[in-house]
């Protein structure tokens, strides 16, 4: 069974730049079609796509955010990572780690994320 | 970017009533699209991708449909459990967007 497990400082400073890890548990990171992803929830508000990996290091991350985020991964680690830089107080909201796919195989088309972490309440403030 | 917008943003029904949620995107997204249910605080979990295929472990009476622009959510015998905001998300192609959520309460 896939795990994902994020882990980080709850409190941010204003201009300063939010980091956190997610851990994957179960399985290899670089195993199968997979992409990992980073998606945020403010409270009472809906989610925000930020960006995902490949392991190949691809990137692809949300235009509104682009010029302040970076995505990384460590597969001798199983890990991936997320830099969010001069945050302000709308950035605070919890953010989970998912694992994504979209890819067919001979016979299904598969898609979506499968796998979450439990989320992390990040507050943005001084 | 491909913008996703759900109907309605929130709805009430009585348990056992047939309930349909709708997605449209503002592009055609073929069959690009993944619904979740999130339960109130609670992770999202997906119900159903490729517009129409059930996730392993969901109840049949959640059921998807649709291709290209406007899609569907369908709960086919409300239940207490499925009191929840469900969202839609295309995937595939950069963004990923989510839809802004449909409340589902119990009347």
């Known amino acids: 069974q896939v795990q994902l497990q994020e882990s980080g400082p709850g409190l941010v400073k204003p201009s300063q730049t939010l980091s956190l890890t997610c851990t994957v548990s179960g399985g290899s990171i670089s195993s199968g079609s997979y992409y990992w992803s980073w998606i945020r929830q403010p409270a009472g508000k809906g989610l925000e796509w930020i960006g995902r990996i490949y392991t190949s290091g691809s990137t692809n991350y949300n235009p509104s955010l682009k010029s302040r985020v970076t995505i990384s991964v460590d597969t001798s680690k199983n890990q991936f990572s997320l830099k969010l830089s001069s945050v302000t107080a709308a950035d605070t909201a919890v953010y989970y780690c998912a694992r994504g796919t979209d890819y067919c195989s001979s016979t299904s088309c598969y898609g979506g994320y499968d796998y979450w972490g439990q989320g992390t309440l990040v507050t943005v403030s001084s | 970017d491909i913008q996703m917008t759900q109907s309605p943003s929130s709805l009430s029904a009585s348990v056992g009533d047939r309930v349909t949620i709708t997605c449209r995107a503002s592009q055609g997204i073929s069959n690009y699209l993944a619904w979740y249910q999130q339960k109130p605080g609670k992770v999202p979990k997906l119900l159903i991708y490729?517009?129409?295929t059930l996730q392993s472990g969901v109840p049949s009476r959640f059921s998807g449909s649709g291709s290209g622009t406007d899609f569907t959510l369908t709960i086919s015998s409300l239940q207490p459990e499925d009191v929840a905001t469900y969202y839609c998300?295309?995937?595939?192609?950069?963004?990923?967007?989510f839809g802004q959520g449909t409340k589902v309460e119990i009347k």
């Open positions: 998300q295309k995937y595939n192609s950069a963004p990923e967007t």
């Open positions: 490729a517009a129409s």
